[in-house]
């Protein structure tokens, strides 16, 4: 009987290619979705740094923090500070701190929080952190 000479894979073969490429695969999707996390969380807090950096600026020359209406007046503040990397816009606005009724630890409620205390003494401004298991985190300037 006569050999055959066969060229090609296997199926056993193809199948194990397909299997380590989808496990590749997966592998890329997971670091890409943490890497863009990383990215709008950068995003996040620089834009409250700003916020914060310009009340700051404000309190300086004015010896009180700015209203929320005040702060958005600013120069340098424009609408890619104030909206989130989800898209919301800054608010929440309040006269105490801690007066932002839900804090922003989800991508619906992903929006900037400002608030100050009615004397001008305090101010706060959160923003939300993907990455960190969805927190919540304010950057606070106090001056008496």
């Known amino acids: 009987m006569q050999k055959l000479n066969q060229k090609g894979f296997t199926i056993i073969e193809l199948l194990i290619v397909i299997v380590v490429i989808g ?59 104030t909206t989130s990397p989800s898209g919301n816009a800054l608010g929440n606005g309040g006269t105490t701190i801690g007066s932002c009724t839900t804090a922003p630890v989800t991508k619906a409620a992903d929006a900037y929080c400002y608030t100050v205390l009615a004397d001008g003494t305090q101010m706060s401004v959160g923003y939300w952190n993907e990455k960190d298991g969805a927190t919540a985190v304010y950057i606070t300037g106090v001056n008496n």
Not at 34 to 62: I, M, P
């Open 23 to 81: 496990i590749l695969a997966a592998i890329g999707f997971v670091a890409y979705g943490n890497v863009t996390k990383s990215a709008r969380d950068s995003d996040r807090q620089a834009d409250a740094s700003a916020l914060a950096k310009k009340a700051e600026e404000f309190y300086a020359g004015n010896g009180i923090y700015p209203t929320l209406a005040e702060l958005t007046a600013q120069d340098g503040i424009d609408a890619k500070t």
